[in-house]
C-alpha cells in the first residue's frame, strides 16, 4: 500500500515550511532513517527522514516551494516491486487527529481553571484534640519535636532522620537530641553539608518506599535544595499520572532568629505554600509541634514542616498518649473573640496573644486563630471567624508582597467580602533584607505594638 | 563547528575494545580508576567469543534496539504530524547503551534517567503503546498524559523517570539506591546521566555520599558527545569516566555503540557493587544521530561526522553483521523481526491517536494522595 510522506512539524510553532531541497529522486529506494528532503522554517533547516522503508515513487511537492502547510502529503513511498494504481493524491493539508480539539469544560465542584481557590467547608470542630490534654506534661517544642520523631520512628521501621549534625552532635539545635543512641547509624544519618544532594537522595529514597525525614539546619539554606523540593518532591506524583507517591517531610527552623541577618533570617511560608503538591505547616505550641509532626511523617505526600528557633525552649502542655495527633489543614481558635480576627503562625502567634491582651484592656475583644498549617489553609474556620468579627489583621514574620496575608486578604475577598466592615489589615516583616543591628532587626520585625495598632485601626478606634 | 578529524580520537566506534577480567579486578584493588590502553584487549575481527552471546541473547538484542529504533523514528514522524507536542528528545543512535545495561541487571534493579528516556523505558519492559500514548498526551500514556515525553514512570516496572532537569535524577537514583541498601533488597540503582550533566554540582555531592556511604549505584554516562549544542570538550575538562576519582568512585570508558561490550561491562561492575563496594561509573561512548530535541538542525556539527557513525558504528548495522557473518541467523529471520518490530510500532502509533485525551476531572487528580 502507498505511504503518504507528510510535511512534518519541526518545532511546536511550526505551521508551514519551504521544501527547499529533495535528496532523493523518484523512483530511488529509501530505508528508514534515510533523509530525503531538507525543510526551511523560518528558525533553521532541517531534513526531512523517512521512517517506512521502500521505493520513493512520486515527489508531490517540488523543491523550492514555499509555504508548504503541515501534514500536506509531500511524497509518496511504495513498497518494493508494489504496483501502483492508484492517481496521484492532491497536496491538501491532512488532519492529523482531534488532538488539537482542546476541552475546555471545568469539572464539577472545582472553583475554575484560574486562580481556583479551595471553597471553605464547615469548620472543623477540635474537641478530638482537646480531649488528650486530660493527661499531660510540660514540654519544650524541641522535646515535643524528638519525641515525634522518636514515636514514630518505633512505630514505622522504614522512617528514618537525616541532615547534617543530626546523629553525633545530637543537632544542631539539639532537636534530635537521643535519637542515634535509639536508632542507630542506619535511621539517624549525619550528612555533608550537601543541602541540594541530601535533599534530591531523601526524595529518591521515599520513591523507594521509605519515609525520610530531612532536616534543614535552617530552611534558609533550603535554597540550594529547592528545586529538588519542588521539581522533584512536589510534582512528580502529577507527573506520574498518580504511580509516584513521596512521603517525605523536609523540617527545620525558618525565619528571623536573633541578630543572624539576612541570609539567615528569610521566612519561606509564601515561597512553599506557593505550591501545589506540597503540604506546609508552621506549628508554634509544643503539642502542635509534637502532633503536627506526627501527622507529617503518617502523611503520604511531602511536607514542609517549619520549625522556628526561638521557639524550640517555649515549653507548654503536650498529651501523654502517644496516640495524639493533630490533622494537617486544622487552624486552633486560642482565643475566643467578637471584634476582630487576629491570625498568625508559628512565633507570631505568641505576639498576637500578646496584642489580643492588650487588646482587651483597651476593650477590643479579639479572636486569635493560629493558622497552623499554611497549606491547605483552614479558609472554613477563617471565614467563619470574620463572619463574626467583619474584621481581619493577618500577621507574619515574612515579606508583604505575594505573603501568606495576601492570600488572606484576597481569601476574604472571595468569601467573606460581605462580612467585611474594615479592609483586611497585613503585618509583616518589612520589605527589606534583614539587618543585624539590634534596633533595626526589631524595627524589621513585627512587634505587638503594631498589631495592636492594626488591631485598633480596623476598628476604628484610635 | 567540530570538524571530523579533531572529533576521531573522542570516539571509540573502531576494533571492539573491552576490558579484560582479570585486570579489572587487579585494578580494582590496586585503587586505579582509569584503564590504560595496555589493560584493554582489542579484538580485531569484532568477534567475541563470551559464551553469554549465544544466537537467543544476540537475536534479543537485535530485537530490543530495533524496537527503539523504530518506535523513535514513529515518534518522530507523530511530532511532526503535530500529535505529539512541546519537547521530544529521541535516542536514535544510542540503543545499545541501554538494551546493554537492562541485560545486565536483574529484576530486583531499579532504574531512573533524565528526559531523553524512550529507550529507557521500553528496555525497562514498558509497554510501547502507553510510552507513545503518553507522547502524544492521551488518558493510555503511563502518566495519563499529565507527564509526556520527559516524564514517565513505572513502578511495576522499577522505572523511575523521567526527569526534565538536567542532573536532578543523580541525587535521586542515588536515593533509590539508599533504599535498596536500607531495605537489604539486593537491589542496585542504574542511573543514567548524559554528558550535559556532568557538570551539575548535585551530580558531585551524589558522588560523595554514594561512595561514603557505599550505595549499591551504576552510574551511567551516556557521552553523545553533545550537550545540547555545545560539544563535549567545549563543556567539559577532563575525562569524563574519571569524574568520581576524586571521591574513590573506579570509573571505565566502554564502547557504548557494542551492545555486547556495554552488556559486558555493566554486567561485570554490577557484580562488584553487588558485593558492597559502592558505586561505579561507566562512561558509555555514544552518539545521537537526531537533534538533541525535535526543533533541532544540529548545526553544531556537519552531516559528515554524523553519517560517518552511521556508517561505521552503527549498534544495530553492527550487530546485524555480525549476526549474519557468523551464521547465528540469516536474512530472513532477521526481515521477520524487522516485520514483527514494525507491528508493534505501528500499533503503539495507531493506539496513541485511538486513545482519548485525559478527561477533564484528571485535572485535579493526582495532586496529593489521600492521607
Not at chain 1, 15 to 32: I, M, N, P, R
Request: charged letters at 20%; hydrophobic letters at 40%.
Amino acid at each position: 500500500m502507498p505511504i503518504d510522506i507528510l510535511m512534518p512539524a519541526l518545532s511546536p510553532t511550526m505551521t508551514e515550511g519551504k521544501l527547499a531541497k529533495w535528496l532523493k529522486a523518484q523512483g530511488d529506494k529509501v530505508s528508514a532513517g534515510d533523509a530525503i528532503a531538507e525543510i526551511e522554517t523560518d528558525k533553521a533547516t532541517m531534513e526531512v527522514e523517512a521512517v517506512d522503508e521502500g521505493v520513493l515513487h512520486q515527489i508531490l511537492v517540488a523543491e523550492g516551494t514555499e509555504g508548504v502547510a503541515v501534514n500536506t502529503p509531500i511524497a509518496r513511498l511504495v513498497g518494493e516491486g508494489e504496483d501502483v494504481t492508484a492517481g496521484a493524491t492532491s497536496p491538501t493539508p491532512m488532519t492529523a487527529s482531534a488532538a488539537g480539539e482542546a476541552t475546555t469544560a471545568v469539572p464539577p465542584g472545582s472553583a475554575g481553571g484560574v486562580g481556583a481557590t479551595p471553597i471553605p467547608a464547615a469548620p472543623v470542630a477540635t474537641d478530638d484534640e482537646a480531649r488528650f490534654f486530660v493527661s499531660s506534661k510540660q514540654q519544650s517544642v524541641r522535646e515535643a519535636l524528638r519525641d515525634a520523631m522518636a514515636e514514630e520512628m518505633r512505630r514505622d521501621p522504614t522512617v528514618f532522620v537525616m541532615g547534617e549534625e543530626v546523629a553525633e552532635y545530637q543537632g544542631a539545635y539539639k532537636v534530635t537530641q537521643g535519637l542515634l543512641a535509639e536508632f542507630g547509624s542506619n535511621r539517624v544519618i549525619d550528612t555533608p553539608i550537601t543541602e541540594h544532594g541530601f535533599a534530591g537522595l531523601g526524595v529518591g529514597a521515599a520513591f523507594g518506599k521509605l519515609r525520610p525525614v530531612v532536616e534543614f539546619m535552617t530552611f534558609n539554606f533550603a535554597m540550594q535544595a529547592i528545586d529538588q523540593i519542588i521539581n522533584s518532591a512536589s510534582k512528580t506524583l502529577y507527573m506520574s499520572g498518580g504511580q509516584m507517591g513521596c512521603p517525605i517531610v523536609f523540617r527545620g527552623p525558618n525565619g528571623a532568629a536573633a541578630r543572624v541577618a539576612a541570609q539567615h533570617s528569610q521566612c519561606y511560608a509564601s515561597w512553599y505554600a506557593h505550591c501545589p503538591g506540597l503540604t506546609v505547616v508552621a506549628p508554634f505550641a509544643a503539642a502542635d509541634a509534637k502532633g503536627l509532626l506526627k501527622s507529617a511523617i503518617r502523611d503520604p505526600n511531602p511536607v514542609i514542616f517549619l520549625e522556628n528557633e526561638i521557639a524550640y525552649g517555649q515549653s507548654g502542655p503536650v498529651p501523654e498518649d502517644e496516640e495524639f495527633i493533630v490533622p494537617i489543614g486544622r487552624a486552633k481558635i486560642l482565643r475566643t473573640g467578637r471584634d476582630v480576627t487576629i491570625t498568625a503562625f508559628s512565633l507570631m502567634v505568641g505576639h498576637a496573644l500578646k496584642a489580643a491582651e492588650h487588646l482587651a484592656s483597651e476593650g477590643i475583644d479579639a479572636e486569635v486563630i493560629d493558622l497552623r498549617t499554611l497549606r491547605p489553609l483552614d479558609v472554613a474556620t477563617l471565614v467563619a471567624s470574620v463572619a463574626k468579627t467583619n474584621r481581619l489583621v493577618s500577621v507574619e514574620e515574612g515579606w508583604p508582597f505575594a505573603g501568606i496575608g495576601s492570600e488572606l486578604s484576597a481569601l476574604m475577598m472571595e468569601h467573606a467580602f460581605d462580612h467585611l466592615d474594615a479592609p483586611v489589615v497585613r503585618v509583616t516583616g518589612a520589605d527589606v533584607p534583614l539587618p543585624y543591628a539590634a534596633n533595626l532587626e526589631k524595627l524589621a520585625l513585627p512587634q505587638p505594638e503594631v498589631i495592636v495598632k492594626a488591631a485598633k485601626d480596623v476598628c476604628y478606634r484610635t | 563547528m567540530v570538524h571530523l578529524q579533531d572529533f576521531t580520537p573522542f570516539l571509540h566506534f573502531g576494533p571492539v575494545r573491552f576490558l579484560q577480567r582479570t585486570e579489572q579486578a587487579t585494578n580494582l584493588s590496586g585503587g586505579t580508576n582509569v584503564a590504560t590502553s595496555a589493560q584493554r584487549v582489542s579484538n580485531e575481527d569484532g568477534k567475541i567469543s563470551d559464551p553469554a552471546e549465544t544466537t537467543e541473547v544476540l537475536l534479543q538484542y537485535y530485537r530490543d534496539m530495533l524496537l527503539i529504533r523504530r518506535f523513535e523514528e514513529k515518534a518522530g514522524q507523530l511530532y511532526g504530524m503535530g500529535l505529539i507536542g512541546g519537547f521530544c528528545h529521541l535516542y536514535i543512535g544510542q540503543e545499545a547503551v541501554v538494551v546493554g545495561v537492562q541485560a545486565a541487571l536483574s529484576d530486583r534493579d531499579s532504574v531512573i534517567t533524565a528526559y531523553r528516556d524512550h529507550g529507557h523505558m521500553l528496555a525497562c519492559g514498558m509497554d510501547s503503546k502507553g510510552v507513545m500514548a503518553e507522547l502524544t498526551g492521551r488518558r493510555g500514556g503511563y502518566s495519563k498524559g499529565k507527564g509526556g515525553s520527559m516524564h514517565m514512570f513505572s513502578r511495576e516496572k522499577r522505572f523511575f523517570g523521567g526527569h526534565g532537569i538536567v542532573g536532578a535524577q543523580v541525587p535521586l537514583g542515588t536515593g533509590l539506591a539508599f533504599a535498596h541498601k536500607y531495605h537489604g533488597d539486593g537491589g542496585v540503582c542504574a542511573c543514567y546521566m548524559g554528558d550535559g550533566a556532568v557538570n551539575q554540582g548535585q551530580v558531585y555531592e551524589s558522588f560523595n555520599m554514594a561512595a561514603l556511604w557505599k550505595l549499591p549505584v551504576l552510574y551511567i554516562i551516556e557521552n553523545n558527545k553533545y550537550g545540547m549544542g555545545t560539544s563535549q570538550e567545549r563543556a567539559s575538562a577532563g575525562e569524563l569516566h574519571q569524574r568520581g576519582s576524586a571521591y574513590g568512585i573506579p570509573g571505565r570508558q566502554v564502547n557504548g555503540m557494542d551492545v555486547t561490550a556495554v552488556r559486558a561491562a555493566a554486567e561485570e561492575w554490577l557484580a562488584f557493587i553487588r558485593n558492597g563496594n559502592g558505586p561505579i561509573i561507566l562512561e558509555m561512548m555514544t552518539y545521537r544521530y537526531r537533534g538533541h530535541s525535535m526543533s533541532d538542525p544540529a548545526k553544531y556539527r556537519s552531516k559528515e561526522e554524523v553519517s560517518k557513525v552511521r556508517t561505521e558504528s552503527d549498534p544495530i548495522a553492527t550487530l546485524r553483521s555480525r549476526i549474519l557473518d557468523n551464521g547465528h541467523a540469516d536474512e530472513d529471520t532477521l526481515k521477520v523481526i524487522d516485520r514483527e518490530i514494525k507491528i508493534i510500532v505501528n500499533d503503539a502509533a495507531e493506539f496513541s491517536q485511538q486513545s482519548e485525551e485525559p478527561d477533564p476531572v484528571e485535572l485535579y487528580t493526582d495532586v496529593l494522595l489521600p492521607a
